[in-house]
Nanobody, 114 residues
Framework: QVQLVESGGGLVQPGGSLRLSCAVS????????MAWYRRTPGKEREFVAR???????YYADPVKDRFSISRDNSKSTMYLQMNFLRPEDTAVYYC????????WGQGTQVTVSS
């Protein structure tokens, strides 16, 4: 059974940065296209970014040029570097394989506020 553990969230001022981590166990991580998602109260979970096994990346328009997704296959871990954070980035952030086919982890809360 695959387990996903997100970490690195917190409270940050607008314009600040955070680095999220996603530790994956129970799967051959290196072969999977992985993705970050986020959800705010009352809204559906939305796609943020993805990274293929070959490290090809793609970003949703709201985060393009501000966020950077990466992975370390030796550690079965994926990262999301978030820069120039905005209040509208406030959400619970989740990781999963692209399509969200694994059971979701607990997520990590990111709050952008002055």
């Amino acid at each position: 059974q695959v387990q996903l553990v997100e970490s690195g969230g917190g409270l940050v001022q607008p314009g600040g940065s955070l680095r999220l981590s996603c530790a994956v166990s129970g799967s051959v991580f290196s072969f999977e296209t992985m993705a970050w998602y986020r959800r705010t109260p009352g809204k559906e979970r939305e796609f943020v970014a993805r990274i293929s096994s070959g490290r090809t990346t793609y970003y949703a328009d709201p985060v393009k040029d501000r966020f950077s997704i990466s992975r370390d296959n030796s550690k079965s871990t994926m990262y999301l570097q978030m820069n120039f954070l905005r209040p509208e980035d406030t959400a619970v952030y989740y990781c999963n394989k692209l399509g969200g086919q694994w059971s979701w982890g607990q997520g990590t809360q990111v709050t952008v506020s002055s």
